[in-house]
């Protein structure tokens, strides 16, 4: 399952309905999709800039059609494709995850006016990969030193390298404070910043993906401003 994937069911509650507002989640999802390059050897950092190191396919749709998108414009700044890649991430997810039967389709009204669809889990419990991304977050980060030493199962240098990158998603979007909310905050907050800045992948990538995490950051920052400027104008 794609990071992507794996952010978007840690951020819808149980009843099918998000925990974080559109802004954290859509751009979580951008910045997703480019981690998902990242650590496929796929994207570089050079210069503060994108670019493409092997135009070879990930095997990931949105990754792809991202991958090729990159490919054919010109270097531009992580922030610019984390906004970009946002766009429609979402949808295009959700119905994924519904064929596949990850996911099922409500649809009510809040305050029996306002329309709105829920995506729960299809078997009224929460979904395994879900369980499984939480528990490997949850193992990093009451743990110490490199996320590879973590006491997890199946934690295996690559699905470490994709639990550290995950951290260093949820951290940017603050959706630890709703998946990690009976652990102390102060904790979680300084072992997620040392594991984004940990040495748990090749330092090449682990450049790119702090300039990723950053640009989610930065990117959430201007649409709430944005948002904000244009409710009071």
């Known amino acids: ?10 951020a819808y509650d149980e009843d099918g309905t998000p925990l974080t507002d559109g802004t954290r989640l859509d751009n979580g999802l951008g910045g ?4 998902e390059l990242a650590l496929g050897r796929r994207v570089d950092i050079e210069d503060k800039r994108v670019v493409v190191v092997d135009r070879a396919p990930i095997g990931d749709a949105l990754a792809d059609e991202a991958l090729g998108r990159i490919a054919d414009d010109k270097p531009r700044k992580p922030g610019h494709w984390v906004t970009k890649l946002s766009k429609q991430a979402r949808p295009r997810i959700l119905e994924k995850l519904v064929a596949d039967g990850v996911l099922t389709v409500e ?4 305050l029996w006016v306002f329309p ?6 299809a ?5 395994a990969v879900e369980a ?9 980060v009451l743990g110490d030193g490199p996320v590879e030493l973590c006491r997890y199962p199946s934690l295996d240098y690559q699905s470490a390298e994709r639990t550290a990158a995950l951290c260093a998603l949820i ?9 990690l909310a009976d652990l102390d905050r102060k904790v979680i907050k300084t072992r997620l910043k040392e594991i984004s800045e940990g040495a748990w992948a090749a330092e090449a990538v682990r450049k790119t993906i702090e300039e990723i995490q950053a640009a989610v950051m930065v990117a959430i ?3 709430t401003t944005a948002a904000t400027a244009g409710s009071s104008a």
């Open 1 to 10: 399952m794609s990071i992507a994937e794996e952010f978007l069911l840690l």
């Open 221 to 223: 920052i201007a649409s």
């Open 116 to 121: 709105r669809t829920k995506y729960p889990s």
């Open 123 to 127: 078997n009224g419990e929460p979904p």
């Open 132 to 140: 499984e991304a939480r528990e490997r977050i949850r193992a990093a």
């Open 32 to 35: 997703a999709i480019l981690l």
């Open 171 to 179: 951290a940017a979007t603050e959706l630890d404070r709703k998946i």
């Open 107 to 110: 649809k009510d009204k809040v």
